[in-house]
């Protein structure tokens, strides 16, 4: 259960190899979260962010292994985490790929892997999740979604239609919980440096894994449904949204 002050205890993370989300437990831990659930394909890659939880007063820290793309194991793995200990407060949803850029987005294998992990991989484990944390009768879900999924853009068209396509469902998600006692909150970052963006001109508005785990955190406070990071992006994309579709095309964005 969240303690006095309303931080949640225990918490499950989906792609813990993130930096999104290694930052964010970072911030967590600091705030007296004590049990931890690392769960992503390469559990190697976050042993580090195991130590230093444990280093920084974590008594529980388990790594489990988790690969998106494997739908039929979702069930299994998410019964088994809620199965194995104690109600889990806060479950992070971090994992993700971009996919490649330019003409070679529209490279069939590599476009379906993008949908199948970010769209596909991520809804399957949120319906296991949901129906654990609704039948638990209390707990939240923090899902990372994008600005990119606000408007296709012919630079990012695979990856930003795999974000609208999770975020809605989200939205959805997060009115059908009403009542239960869960609640979802969507993150919507604008360009965040890390290793999914390294190598990528940064843009005015680019943001730090740190600045994006602060915004979830204060989100989850304020009890929040949608957060943007950092803030002024949810003006931003309102702009853009409303562009006429022949001039918003010719935007080199
Ligand atoms: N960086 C940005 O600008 C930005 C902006 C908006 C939203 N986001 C979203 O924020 C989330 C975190 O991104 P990040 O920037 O922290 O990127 P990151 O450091 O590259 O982390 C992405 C994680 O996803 C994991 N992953 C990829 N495919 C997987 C699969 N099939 N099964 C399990 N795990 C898989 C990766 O695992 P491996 O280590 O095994 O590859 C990696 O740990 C993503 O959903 C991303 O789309 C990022």
Known sequence: MNDA?????????????????????????????????????????????????????????????????????????????????????????????????????????????????????????LLSVTKRLVAQGHGSMVVLSSVAGERGRKKNLVYGSSKAGLDVFCEGLAAWLRGSGVRLMVVRPGFVRTKMTAGFDAPPLATTPERVAAAIVDGLHRRTEVVWVPPPMRWVMSALRHLPRSVFRRLEI
Do not use: C, W
């Open 5 to 125: 002050f309303g931080s949640p205890q225990s918490i499950l993370v989906l792609g813990a190899g993130s930096d999104i989300a290694a930052a964010t437990v970072r911030l967590l831990v600091r705030q007296r979260a004590r049990t931890f659930v690392l769960a992503g394909r390469k559990p190697e890659r976050f042993q580090a962010v195991a130590e230093e939880l444990r280093s920084l007063g974590a008594t529980t820290v388990e790594l489990r292994d988790l690969d998106a793309l494997d739908t039929s194991s979702h069930e299994d793995f998410v019964d088994e985490v809620f199965a194995s200990g104690e109600d889990i407060d806060l479950v992070l949803m971090a994992f993700g790929v971009h996919g490649a850029r330019g003409d070679a987005q529209l490279e069939h294998d590599g476009a379906l892997d993008v949908i199948r992990t970010n769209y596909v991989g991520a809804m399957s484990v």
